[in-house]
């Protein structure tokens, strides 16, 4: 689970939020990857610590959450990482694991060598994903729906959001068969809001009314494939993805950027959400 934005879940609310977050893992452990400028404060603090207690860890997720991509500098993102980690150190939950911001590792050959000297170098292990979602952009038309019409039904959301993590566990999945011979153990991206609030225990039971079991967050990173470092640029997206583009068999197959709200948008202007 990523960022830790507690500030863009609606006042009204949050607490009540927070705490279902919390709940709604009671059963597994999770890797919570949380953005500096998120937490360094009061209550960014609490949040990891309530996080820490349960069991859950603790990883980096730079300071500002900018892509290491575009115009941000390798120094710049570098620098952003070293920040954030002693805010994070304090914290019980806290191990040596990263992930990039939008899972983009670098443009460049070379700049995502450079990184992946640094993490080494820092003692840090990259948090990659293997099930990439557009969770995020489900949350934003959300709280752009909660805004224009204070009373509408955002259980109207719930549906259309399982139908797409359910879509792409299995794209995902099947490419993991296609390109590594087996179903490997996932890792799976969403975020620290409000959507997962209303409907994370929804997806979990989904997830195992489908067969599929929930397994602690470290164990599911002791796969033997999050080793793996695929030999692509630009670097990044999904760890399946990246490993099916290395072999140059999958290029009809393998859209880019993996997901985005541009292959969201049409469904959820048709479903008037």
């Known amino acids: 689970m990523d960022d830790v934005r507690w500030q863009q879940i609606p006042e009204n609310r ?30 960014g603090s609490r949040i990891l610590d309530l996080w820490s207690s349960a069991g859950h860890r603790i990883g980096n997720h730079t300071y500002t959450h900018d892509p290491l991509s575009g115009t941000t500098r390798p120094e710049d993102f570098e620098a952003g990482i070293l920040r954030t980690d002693p805010i994070l150190r304090k914290h019980a939950g806290f191990r040596e694991w990263f992930r990039f911001p939008a899972l983009k590792e670098g443009n460049t050959r070379e700049i995502r060598d450079r990184l992946r000297a640094f993490l080494t170098l820092h003692g840090y292990r990259n948090g990659a994903v293997t099930i990439d979602t557009s969770d995020w952009y489900y949350n934003q038309r959300l709280l752009e729906r909660m805004q224009a019409e204070t009373n509408f039904d955002l259980t109207r959301y719930r549906q259309p959001y399982l139908r797409h993590i359910w879509d792409r566990a299995q794209y995902y999945d099947s490419l993991s068969r296609e390109v590594l011979g087996r179903s490997i153990s996932h890792t799976i991206l969403i975020h620290y809001n409000l959507l997962n609030a209303l409907f994370l225990p929804d997806l979990l039971a989904m997830f195992r009314s489908k067969g599929w079991g929930i397994v602690d967050a470290e164990e599911a990173f002791a796969d033997p494939v999050f080793k793996r470092q695929p030999d692509t640029a630009p670097a990044g997206e999904s760890l399946v993805w990246a490993l099916a583009k290395e072999t140059g068999r999958f290029e009809g197959r393998l859209r880019y950027p993996g997901e985005d709200d541009i292959y969201e948008k049409a469904l959820l202007d048709r479903l008037g959400l």
Request: net charge negative.
């Open 14 to 43: 949050r607490a009540e939020s927070e705490e279902r977050l919390l709940n709604s893992l009671s059963k597994a452990r999770a890797f919570l990857f949380a953005i500096g400028q998120a937490v360094d404060n009061e209550h």
